[in-house]
């Protein structure tokens, strides 16, 4: 849990400059290297949180499905009952609905894919975990490829930028939202930026969590926010305007970090509230996209239109236009 807060006083920057990540879980950790520390590897949830997902067991609410999803649905179970993603010949790439060729490597690549494409700058360290790993082939090292949904979670490959795994910036976060201190949250919530790489082009987000820690109400603010994405809240999220709260690949991540129930230990990390990025929107858009294909449609309907970042993210192809993440949010 938390220990205590520091004696002495220190900006945002000052503390953001400070962060330490945790070495050994089995000592205290002091990330500001001030006094303030944080024990053990596990915390109960945000109370709020906690009980507001409470409260959704007993109400019970169904969830409900846009028209468009349940007819794509539908049309799926009844015209391929079970195709699972299948094998789609030779390395791919989107471009697509079965993925356009990727050019020759002179080199044999695994014959069948779920997904495959090439990947920029392979040799850094956002690579390190695929390099590693028994599939990455050196006679093409810029081409990453999975054969289902649960290859590419073991392919999974990221760097934290020396600041820690995602599940100790959480348990940080949530410490610092337990003792109300609000400028110890606003650091961190720079740092889950720096972990996400998205820290450099966050200004108008970062802005906005300074402008509430000094007003101290981020601590409000980010559980208010995150307590109305918990699955089946009912919430409108008209409040997520830009100004009022924020919905973007950079406070999503701050989110999911307020609301990972973490009562299991950092090593058991638990959340409902996903992170959606470029990647988890080009993720969604392929697997809309296959659906969609096999299932005999030749566009996106509306209702499943998800926003995309264009160019190499982006699994819109020929008939199947996905939104772009630019476009104003009342045409989403």
Not at 193 to 208: E, I, K, M, S
Request: include cysteine; charged fraction near 20%; charge should be neutral.
């Amino acid at each position: 849990m938390v220990g205590t807060k520091s004696g002495g006083k220190r900006t945002i920057d000052v503390l953001e400059r400070a962060w330490t990540a945790r070495n050994n879980a089995d000592a205290s950790w002091e990330p500001f290297g001030d006094g303030w520390s944080v024990y053990g590897d596990a915390i109960d949830p945000v109370p709020l949180l906690n009980e507001e997902r409470q409260c959704q067991e007993r109400r019970s609410l169904p969830i409900e499905i846009d028209e468009d999803c349940r007819e794509i649905l539908e049309r799926r179970d009844r015209e391929s009952p079970d195709p699972g993603p299948g094998p789609v010949a030779g390395p791919q790439r989107p471009g697509s609905p079965g993925g356009d060729r990727l050019p020759e490597h002179g080199s044999q690549l695994p014959g069948e894919h779920f997904h495959c494409y090439r990947i920029s700058m392979p040799s850094t360290a956002f690579w390190k975990d695929w390099r590693n790993h028994a599939d990455f082939n050196l006679s093409a090292p810029d081409v990453w490829w999975c054969s289902s949904l649960s290859d590419a979670a073991n392919k999974y490959s990221w760097s934290n930028h020396g600041v820690g795994s995602f599940a100790n910036l959480a348990l940080a976060v949530q410490s610092a939202i337990a003792n109300q201190d609000d400028v110890r949250v606003a650091a961190i919530c720079r740092v889950i930026l720096t972990w996400g790489g998205t820290r450099h082009r966050a200004n108008r987000f970062v802005q906005w969590v300074d402008h509430h820690a000094q007003t101290k109400t981020l601590c409000q603010q980010l559980v208010s926010a995150t307590k109305q994405l918990l699955p089946q809240s009912g919430s409108r999220l008209l409040g997520f305007d830009g100004n009022q709260l924020f919905m973007d690949s950079s406070s999503t991540k701050v989110y999911a970090a307020v609301a990972t129930d973490l009562s299991h230990g950092v090593g058991n990390p638990r959340t409902d509230v996903l992170i959606y990025d470029s990647r988890v929107a080009a993720s969604i858009g392929l697997i809309t996209r296959q659906i969609l294909s096999r299932g005999g449609w030749g566009s996106v309907p509306v209702g499943v239109r998800f926003p995309v970042q264009r160019g190499a993210r982006d699994p819109s192809c020929q008939g199947f236009h996905f939104l772009s993440f630019r476009v104003h949010r009342q045409a989403i």
